[in-house]
Structures are given as C-alpha cells and as structure tokens.
C-alpha cells in the first residue's frame, strides 16, 4: 500500500505556471553614495527593508516582491541589486530617496539603473 501512494505521488507531476501567468519582476541597480564604507551586507538589506516598509507598507511591500539579492552586493563599489515586480519600481526608487542616513552619517541611495533580466544589469550597471 505504502508503495503504490509512493508511485502515484511520483506519476503526477505539477504543471509549471505558464509566463504569461508569472509576474514580471524588474532588477534595479543601486549606489550608496557615503564619507565611510557600509561593509554588512544585512545592514544594506535592512536599511531598504525598513524605508520600503515606512513608504509602502506591508501590503504594497508584500505585492512589490522586493528582493535585495546578497550576491550581488560588492561591499568595494557600495553598489547592490534588488529584484522587484515592474509595477513597482517607481515605488522602490522613490523608497530608496527617502534613505538619509545609517548610524548617524548621512548617505544617498541612488538608483544607477533598472533592467528586465538580470545578466544585462550586471554587465551593463554593476561591471562599472
């Protein structure tokens, strides 16, 4: 008995979502302009974390499927990656503007440039 549900489980496969049917998702290309380095990737994350919470909330937040990707940061540059849905990235922009500053220095978050497929903005924007 236990072998048989073991072969049915195996014999239905689940159908993969059609692209028509996934959602769309952006990555956007970010630069911390500050005197000092920020060298923790979790700070980083954080810091987007929270300003994406103020601004958004949690729904919009949780609808905007932000992504801040840890191997995309180079801690050298002070640039990083954040996969987002394509309907909000202007809402993300906006969130990271609203960054002034991290353990009392004052730093700028600037949006360097967003792209549909993530090969294209790592050579185009973070190779730089």
Aim: glycine share 4%; charged share 30%; hydrophobic share 40%.
């Amino acid at each position: 008995m236990k072998n048989l549900l073991g072969r049915c489980l195996l014999a239905k496969k689940i159908k993969p979502v059609l692209p028509s049917l996934r959602e769309k998702k952006r990555y956007l290309v970010f630069e911390i302009i500050s005197k000092k380095d920020i060298k923790s990737f979790s700070d980083v994350s954080n810091l987007i974390w929270q300003s994406s919470l103020s601004f958004l909330g949690e729904v919009e937040t949780a609808k905007a499927g932000i992504w801040v990707l840890p191997d995309k940061w180079s801690q050298k540059k002070q640039k990083g990656m954040i996969k987002v849905n394509n309907k909000y990235t202007d809402n993300l922009k906006t969130a990271l503007t609203l960054i002034k500053s991290f353990k009392r220095q004052q730093i700028i978050i600037k949006s360097v440039g967003v792209s549909g497929m993530i090969n294209k903005a790592d050579k185009k924007y973070l190779a730089m």
